[in-house]
Nanobody, 115 residues
Framework: QVQLVESGGGLVQPGGSLRLSCTAS????????LAWYRQAPGKERELVAS???????KYADSVKGRFTISKDNAKNTVYLQMNSLKPEDTAVYYC???WGLGGYWGQGTQVTVSS
């Protein structure tokens, strides 16, 4: 069983920054898909940013130019750098990873953007 542990969420003012981390209990070097999703109250979970094994990055239109996904294979960790945060970015953020035989979710970390 693979575990994904997220950290880095919290309360931040509009315009501020946060960096989320997701550490896996298995090597992410061989992962076929790594991603961050988010779910706001009353809304469906949505894809925020992702890596494919071919090195392709994708971002939701709402976060392009503000969020950056990255990874450190040596630390088995995926990051989400979030800049210029807006109140509409408030959500629970989830890490997701797939090694080709099924995906795994983290427990989620709350991000609240409010003055």
């Amino acid at each position: 069983q693979v575990q994904l542990v997220e950290s880095g969420g919290g309360l931040v003012q509009p315009g501020g920054s946060l960096r989320l981390s997701c550490t896996a209990s298995r090597s992410i070097f061989s992962a076929t898909f790594l991603a961050w999703y988010r779910q706001a109250p009353g809304k469906e979970r949505e894809l925020v940013a992702s890596f494919t094994s071919g090195g392709i990055l994708k971002y939701a239109d709402s976060v392009k130019g503000r969020f950056t996904i990255s990874k450190d294979n040596a630390k088995n960790t995926v990051y989400l750098q979030m800049n210029s945060l807006k109140p509409e970015d408030t959500a629970v953020y989830y890490c997701f990873a797939n090694w080709g035989l099924g995906g795994y979710w983290g427990q989620g970390t709350q991000v609240t953007v409010s003055s």
